[in-house]
Nanobody, 128 residues
Framework: QVHLAESGGGSVQAGGSLRLSCTASGVTSDSICMGWFRQAQGKQREAVAVMTTRGGSPDYGNSVKGRFTISRADAANTMNLQMNTLKPEDTAMYYC?????????????????????WGQGTQVAVSS
């Protein structure tokens, strides 16, 4: 069983930056797909960014391309999400996700149903 521990998030003014981190424990594969989805109040879940822990090409949701960057941290099975130029519409609960099948990182479009493990979520609030 994979457990996801999330950190980061918080409140910031528009144009500011925040950083999220997520560490997966209980991983038995040498490469899994990890990343983030988000869900704003009253809206459907939306892909933010994903990447394999082996360091494959990342994939981003259209609304965050050019502003958010997902990267591997030095610690094993840990991902970071650097969020720059934040907008009020980025306000949402951000969920770290993982799946043992790296193929989940390459679906087009990214599908939340492909991800078996979900973190508890961390709130990001961007004020105008």
């Amino acid at each position: 069983q994979v457990h996801l521990a999330e950190s980061g998030g918080g409140s910031v003014q528009a144009g500011g930056s925040l950083r999220l981190s997520c560490t997966a424990s209980g991983v038995t594969s040498d490469s899994i797909c990890m990343g983030w989805f988000r869900q704003a109040q009253g809206k459907q879940r939306e892909a933010v960014a994903v990447m394999t822990t082996r360091g494959g090409s990342p994939d981003y949701g259209n609304s965050v391309k050019g502003r958010f960057t997902i990267s591997r941290a030095d610690a094993a099975n840990t991902m970071n999400l650097q969020m720059n130029t934040l907008k009020p519409e980025d306000t949402a609960m951000y969920y770290c996700v993982a799946d043992p099948n790296p193929i989940a990182c390459y679906s087009a479009p990214l599908d939340p149903r492909d991800f078996t493990f979900w973190g508890q979520g961390t709130q990001v609030a961007v004020s105008s």
